[in-house]
Nanobody
Framework: QVHLVESGGGLVQPGGSLKLSCAAS????????MAWYRQAPGQERELVAL???????KYTSSVKGRFTISRDIAKNMVYLQMNDLKPEDSARYYC?????????????WGQGTQVTVSS
């Protein structure tokens, strides 16, 4: 079983920055994709950013140029640097990781960290 723990959320003013971190623990032989999703009240969970095993990245259009996803494979961690935050970025942000464990592939979600952008 792979466990994910996010950190770094909080309250920030519009135009501010936050950096989210996610640590994966457990029996992990290989990580494939690492991603950040978000879900605002009354809305569906959406993909914010993804980084693949080959370090290719993908972003939802609304965050391009403002958010940067990165990973540290040696530490099994993924980060999301969020700049120029807007009120519409307010949501609960979830870390997602898939890969291979001891016997089979896995996909795991964290519990989420709240990001609130407000003046």
């Amino acid at each position: 079983q792979v466990h994910l723990v996010e950190s770094g959320g909080g309250l920030v003013q519009p135009g501010g920055s936050l950096k989210l971190s996610c640590a994966a623990s457990g029996t992990i032989y290989e990580i494939y994709d690492m991603a950040w999703y978000r879900q605002a009240p009354g809305q569906e969970r959406e993909l914010v950013a993804l980084v693949t095993s080959t370090d290719s990245t993908k972003y939802t259009s609304s965050v391009k140029g403002r958010f940067t996803i990165s990973r540290d494979i040696a530490k099994n961690m993924v980060y999301l640097q969020m700049n120029d935050l807007k009120p519409e970025d307010s949501a609960r942000y979830y870390c997602y990781v898939d890969g291979r464990g001891s016997d089979e592939d896995f996909d795991s979600w964290g519990q989420g960290t709240q990001v609130t952008v407000s003046s």
